[in-house]
């Protein structure tokens, strides 16, 4: 088995008036290349004529954002083109690529009734020679997205990229990566074959679960060695958890803002090509 080298609680940061806990990165943890950011909004309940996500247009370029959406919806448009509205259950992966920009944002009728929301964006970096890849965007409701059952009901795999259990993901990637999200009822058990060379993400959203005879709850990171071939854990209650794995690109990474670049001077070439209109225009 891999062993745990740290667990890393996350912290709390909101936004507005939006809960956000955020474990990546943190003063101990910079990156589990290539898993770079986190944030996990919520759990809350919003009330009726309320403002919803808060956030609108803003450019990304260099990597990616997986969102997760367990409870409420969120409404994506961006500069490409792109429109949706994902509700609870689906998984929205956009590829930030050369450069676009896009807003999140709550729908019109979530604002208007109000309701629980729980939302978590995951950012993916990709490597120098996918940087400047063309922007793409791809949003799948919970019933598109492969699903598949283990322990005789007690485990409800999510398989969003990758292969497990020849289940294939649902959505196709530019690079190699297993991302899945994974539904535990109490005493549900895991044990997942990683090459040992790959690193792994995990991270508890829900409940609560024992990994190597430790007992580690919700809103916790967990970092592994490489030093294993497979991952195991049981859920001594209901959970859930996000489990992705890949090999580190191990190249040089400058992240500022929105913008996830090799060296700095990708990164100030990205301002300027921002501010000169070369993301695309917004309406």
């Not at 996990?40 to 919803?52: D, R």
């Not at 247009?57 to 490409?80: A, C, N, Q």
């Not at 100030?268 to 695309?280: L, V």
Request: a negative charge; zero cysteines; hydrophobic letters at 35%.
């Amino acid at each position: 088995m891999k062993t745990i080298k740290e667990i890393h609680k996350a912290s709390y940061h909101p936004i507005a008036d939006l809960i956000t806990y955020n474990p990546l990165p943190s003063p101990k943890l910079r990156q589990i290349d290539p898993f770079i950011f986190l944030n996990h909004h919520g759990h809350q309940t919003y009330p009726k004529n309320n403002n919803g996500l808060p956030f609108g247009p803003h450019p990304h370029r260099g990597m990616e954002t997986v969102t997760f959406i367990l409870e409420g919806d969120i409404m994506h448009k961006d500069s490409g083109g792109h429109e949706s509205v994902i509700n609870a259950g689906g998984i929205q992966w956009m590829t930030a690529g050369s450069g676009l920009i896009h807003a999140e944002v709550s729908s019109d009728k979530f604002k208007k009734e109000g309701g629980d929301l729980e939302i978590l964006q995951l950012w993916l970096n990709l490597p120098a020679k996918l940087k400047m890849t063309k922007p793409r965007y791809i949003g799948l409701q919970k019933e598109e997205i492969n699903h598949f059952e283990l322990e005789e009901g007690k485990v409800y795999v999510q398989m969003i990229a990758g292969d497990w259990e020849n289940n294939q993901g649902s959505f196709d990637t530019l690079w190699p990566i297993s991302l899945s999200t994974v539904h535990l009822k109490k005493g549900g058990k895991i044990q997942k074959d990683i090459p040992q060379e790959e690193n792994v993400f995990f991270y508890i959203v829900r409940g609560e679960v024992k990994i190597q005879g430790e007992k580690v709850p919700f809103r916790n990171l967990i970092e592994f060695n490489n030093d294993g071939k497979s991952v195991a854990f049981e859920a001594s209650e209901d959970a859930v958890v996000i489990l992705g794995h890949a090999k580190p690109f191990n190249e040089s990474m400058v992240a500022q803002g929105p913008f996830v670049m090799n060296t700095n001077q990708e990164i100030m070439q990205a301002y300027q090509d921002y501010q000169e209109g070369k993301f695309g225009t917004w309406e």
